[in-house]
């Protein structure tokens, strides 16, 4: 494997931290190339050089960001984590990283993210779903999937953009109480 020159690293963290920067302060539409370079302190070219346009780095830091918590269920799983235990680990994650998700989640890009968030808990949650707890076949498999993964977006959603008024631990165990009772002991 290659390795990766350091300041080729440092250019595109530097070029990520600015368009989070400045997303905080303005409307995404609003913010140029020349702005990431200015607050980056990079030239144009560099940016150019790694990714396409804005549109196009942006939705690699939120993929960065979707494999970082797809790596998290692997890991959960092979450690053969809980279900509360398991999202303790993503919330400490979005909490470490409050500013970004907090800026995306006020900004009009985050549907993108949602919807990356949203098929990542489908293919972690699709194959939990015990099909013979389904009551008497009145509820349909994917209608339970999509009730537990817009429950838990939401819960996300809701938490950061509320300024994180629980610690990671605390929202949860309580997103977990809610789900075994209401869905998971039920369903999965």
Not at 41 to 57: A, C, E, S
Not at 125 to 142: A, H, M, R, V, Y
């Amino acid at each position: 494997m290659s390795k990766v020159d350091r300041r080729i690293t440092k250019s595109q963290e530097a070029i990520k931290k600015a368009v989070i920067e400045l997303m905080s302060e303005k409307k995404f539409d609003d913010i140029t190339i020349q702005d990431i370079a200015d607050r980056a302190n990079v030239n144009r070219g560099t940016i150019y050089l790694h990714y396409l346009d804005k549109y196009d780095l942006l939705d690699k830091i939120i993929d960065e960001h979707i494999n970082e918590l797809r790596r998290m269920c692997e890991s959960a799983t092979e450690m053969n984590l809980d279900f509360v235990e398991s999202n303790v680990e993503w919330f400490e994650y979005f909490e470490s990283n409050y500013s970004f998700f907090s800026t995306l989640l006020a900004s009009s890009q985050a549907s993108y993210f949602r919807s990356q968030f949203l098929q990542l808990l489908i293919e972690e949650i699709k194959n939990d779903i015990d099909k013979t707890k389904l009551i008497n076949g009145e509820l349909d498999e994917e209608v339970i999937l999509q009730f537990i993964v817009t429950s838990f977006v939401g819960i996300v959603e809701w938490w950061i953009t509320k300024g994180m008024p629980y610690p990671p631990r605390v929202i949860a165990v309580q997103l977990g109480i809610l789900l075994d009772r209401g869905i998971y002991n039920t369903f999965l």
